[in-house]
């Protein structure tokens, strides 16, 4: 018998090869293992962020605009937020007070994976020159991202308002450091460590985070963070409110630094209402 009748010919080995490729792939015990699906964190469900961009690096605020093409404004954009606030210079008069009508409701408390976000669906609105605004949510940046005369603070809280589906204004408040924030203690105490985390709170009421000096500065803006939409309307109040020490390292913990620098002013009015 002819030795070459006793081995497979190539083409029966590539059939039996073909064939066992599925089997072989579903095997676990075998070849490569898929990298495993992020879980979820408790509480939330879990959706990646995409685009990516940072405050820092190869995807930092110089870039952002390279990350995603809806991202241009934040660099080609002529009225961005933060700015620096020359206070010598704000024109006063022309302005009313803000109209806080704030009230307690459920708090959903989230990390987004840049800060720490506050939902509010039932907490009131404000008034800004006439106009209503209801209360959407707010979040934390550190340092501060506006500045008063070249000075910026450890932290700023962003209060963010919708009227309709385009209108947005921000109301800024500055945190100092000094005694313990009992209005925020039951945020700080709780923050959520993963990206995507949520914890709910029953009660929360955000008018205990407005200074008692109803002082302000106004300007035309944008968003501070992509896709850096601007036409928002900026009120940044002048007295700060305090966290402590620890209240403050909670956060840095997770956000060691979360603020976008500012941006030219490029011949924007700011105004300035005080009583």
Known sequence: MRND???????????A???????????????????????????ATYKPRHPLWEYEGESG?????????????????????????????????GLKPIQFNYAAGPAEIVNNGHTIQV?????????????EHKLAQFHFHAPSEEKLDGMATPMVIH????????RLAVVAVFVKLGKENKTLKPIFDQLPKLDGANVNLESFNPATLIPADPTYYAY????????????????????????????????????????????????RRVQVYAE
Request: net charge positive.
């Open 5 to 15: 009748l006793m081995k497979p010919s190539v083409l029966a080995l590539l059939i």
């Open 17 to 43: 090869a073909f064939l066992a490729a599925p089997a072989y792939a579903n095997d676990p015990g075998h070849g490569p293992a898929a990298a495993a699906p992020r879980p979820p964190s408790p509480g």
């Open 61 to 93: 605020p110089m870039k952002w605009s390279e990350v995603d093409p809806k991202f241009r404004a934040c660099n080609l954009g002529k009225r961005q937020s933060p700015i620096d606030i020359d206070t010598s210079t704000a024109e006063k008069g």
């Open 119 to 131: 939902n509010l669906s039932k907490s009131g609105s404000a008034r800004f020159e006439g106009l």
């Open 159 to 166: 209060l963010v308002h919708r009227a309709g589906d385009t």
């Open 220 to 267: 035309v803006g944008s968003l501070t963070t992509p896709p850096c939409t601007e036409e928002v309307k900026w009120q940044v109040l002048r007295q700060p409110i305090e966290i402590s020490y620890k209240q403050l390292a909670a956060f840095k913990a997770l956000f060691k630094m979360n603020a976008r620098p500012t941006q030219p002013l490029n011949g």
